[in-house]
Every structure is written in structure tokens, then in C-alpha cells.
């Protein structure tokens, strides 16, 4: 999902599993219910007939995907473990240089 949202390509993805995630439902992409074949496929038919829709969504994945970086994803993480911990996180102790 991520390289196809990199590319500027709006996804339609079943429900499950890891790929709904790295959808934003009718901002970035579509995401069909498990086993709802009808919607899946009409929301490829939609993407397929609208340009500008899909043009539209394609730009949303690509900056949602630009947000995926091995750096967003640690400060993410960092973030997230020292709020659990009760700590205040320094994101610039693990940037790269």
C-alpha cells in the first residue's frame, strides 16, 4: 500500500490485516467491509471513471505516504513509549544526522 500511495495511486483495500491502515477512508483511498465484494469493486469502478477524484486521492496518498519514513515512524514510536512510560521523549537524541 505504501509504494502505490508513494506513487500517487489511490488504493482500495479490504478491511483487515495491515492494509487498511495506511488508508485515510475517501480522503486517500477506500476501504470495503470483509467479504463486501460489491463495494470493493464499485469503488474501483468510481476511481477508474472519475480523473479528478482519482487525481485528487492520488495526491492525499502521496502525502500520507511522504509521512511514512523510518524517521516519522521511530519518532512515532518514541513519542508513544514515553507517554506510556510517564517520560518526556527528546525525538532529537535518535535523529540521524
Given at each position: 500500500?505504501?509504494?502505490?500511495?508513494?506513487?500517487?495511486?489511490?488504493?482500495?483495500?479490504?478491511?483487515?490485516?495491515?492494509?487498511?491502515?495506511c488508508?485515510?477512508?475517501?480522503?486517500?483511498?477506500?476501504?470495503?467491509?470483509?467479504g463486501?465484494e460489491?463495494?470493493?469493486?464499485?469503488?474501483?469502478?468510481?476511481?477508474l471513471?472519475?480523473?479528478?477524484?482519482?487525481?485528487?486521492?492520488?495526491?492525499?496518498?502521496?502525502?500520507f505516504?511522504?509521512g511514512?519514513?523510518?524517521?516519522?515512524?521511530?519518532?512515532?514510536?518514541?513519542?508513544?513509549?514515553?507517554?506510556?512510560?510517564?517520560?518526556?521523549?527528546?525525538?532529537?537524541?535518535?535523529?540521524?544526522?
Open positions: 500500500m505504501a509504494e502505490a500511495q508513494a506513487s500517487g495511486l489511490p488504493s482500495v483495500v479490504c478491511g483487515i490485516g495491515g492494509p487498511w491502515e488508508i485515510r477512508p475517501g480522503v486517500s483511498g477506500f476501504v470495503a467491509d470483509p463486501d460489491e463495494v470493493f469493486f464499485s469503488k474501483i469502478e468510481l476511481l471513471e472519475d480523473p479528478r477524484l482519482r487525481d485528487r486521492m492520488g495526491r492525499a496518498a502521496r502525502e505516504a511522504a511514512m519514513s523510518w524517521q516519522a515512524v521511530l519518532d512515532g514510536l518514541t513519542e508513544l513509549h514515553s507517554r506510556l512510560a510517564g517520560v518526556r521523549s527528546n525525538p532529537d537524541v535518535y535523529a540521524r544526522p
